[in-house]
């Protein structure tokens, strides 16, 4: 199993991309879909901590994310701020962050997440703020049913 730490968590999905209707000279107006400013800045904190990497652990986690796979993600923050600018404990669904966070570690890496067959998210409150991403090959779960059940122990006993 890999894991890495970032100390910061991805924005939620709705935050991540925006869309707007162009106007073209004598065509019909479509809809253009871009990435947001605050997403743009979360891409290039993960590529920024991804290469902290050294050669051996980045070349075992790519080829890890090469072959079936799973992936436990866990977004942790003491609060997270509100519309109306108060804070709160919970921050929406964390799955609604695991495509943002995933999709930018793994275009980061040069693969893509479609041999991640299980993604375990969850999200607590923390005094630091992070995510924590861990991979593990597909064939040691079905190997070890209780692997799954050990590393959730782990990760909450970790925080």
Request: aromatic share 10%; no cysteine; proline share 6%.
């Amino acid at each position: 199993m890999l894991t890495l730490k970032f100390p910061f968590i991805p924005p939620t999905a709705n935050h991540a991309q925006k869309s707007r209707i162009v106007k073209g000279k004598g065509k019909a107006p479509f809809m253009v879909r871009y990435n947001t400013p605050e997403y743009n800045a979360f891409k290039a904190n993960v590529e920024r901590e991804l290469g902290k990497l050294n050669e051996a652990t980045r070349a075992e986690l790519i080829a890890l994310m090469q072959a079936p796979h799973m992936m436990f993600m866990t977004i942790a923050s003491p609060n997270v701020l509100k519309k109306n600018g108060t804070t709160h404990k919970t921050f929406g669904d964390s799955d609604n962050r695991e495509k943002v966070g995933a999709d930018a570690i793994y275009n980061a890496l040069g693969t893509n997440d479609a041999y991640d067959y299980i993604p375990v998210t969850n999200k607590t409150v923390s005094d630091d703020t992070y995510t924590q991403v861990s991979w593990l090959p597909f064939k040691s779960w079905k190997e070890k049913d209780f692997i799954l059940v050990d590393h959730i122990r782990d990760v909450v006993e970790g925080l």
